[in-house]
């Protein structure tokens, strides 16, 4: 399921976008919305069968007010995989080096957040073949 589901996101993004991206920059976004989609799906279904009562206040539309609910918060789910697909792209220099993840780790969180601790300056010092101190300036 979760297959097919990312490769028709996959599809969708790779060719309804008003630009082109390459596909390993579309792959990421499908997963993730695949995965988030399931994720609300499942925790709606929850909520509908335990805590939402929705015939007793709608009467015969309360099918319908669910089925639209459930639209919004797909389409929500795939406007998000959209965006991460968006975020790589425009970070694509770090997309193509082999340490991406890595690399968004540390420069992004860590070395706003504990640029004195010396484990840090140290896996600085052994990933990016560089003196600690100039990549905290």
């Known amino acids: 399921m979760i297959i097919i589901v ?3 996101l996959s599809f969708l993004y790779y060719f ?3 630009m082109r991206f390459p596909l390993r920059h579309v792959i990421p976004g499908a997963l993730v919305a ?3 989609w399931q994720g609300v799906s499942f ?3 929850v909520y509908i069968s335990n805590f939402g009562n929705f015939s007793a206040t709608y009467g015969s ?4 007010i669910v089925l639209m609910l459930w639209l919004y918060l797909t ?3 795939f406007i998000i995989g959209g965006e991460v697909n968006a975020i790589l792209h425009r970070h694509s220099k770090l997309f193509h ?7 968004a780790l540390f420069r992004y969180s860590l070395f706003n957040i504990l640029p004195g601790i010396p484990a840090v300056k140290l896996v600085v010092r052994l990933c990016f073949k560089s003196k ?3 990549a905290f300036d």
């Open 6 to 8: 990312s490769s028709a």
């Open 16 to 18: 309804a976008t008003s």
């Open 34 to 36: 695949t995965i988030l």
């Open 43 to 45: 925790g709606f279904s």
């Open 61 to 64: 539309l309360g099918g319908i």
């Open 75 to 77: 389409g929500f789910t």
């Open 97 to 103: 080096s082999e340490r991406f993840f890595l690399r």
């Open 132 to 134: 600690p101190d100039a």
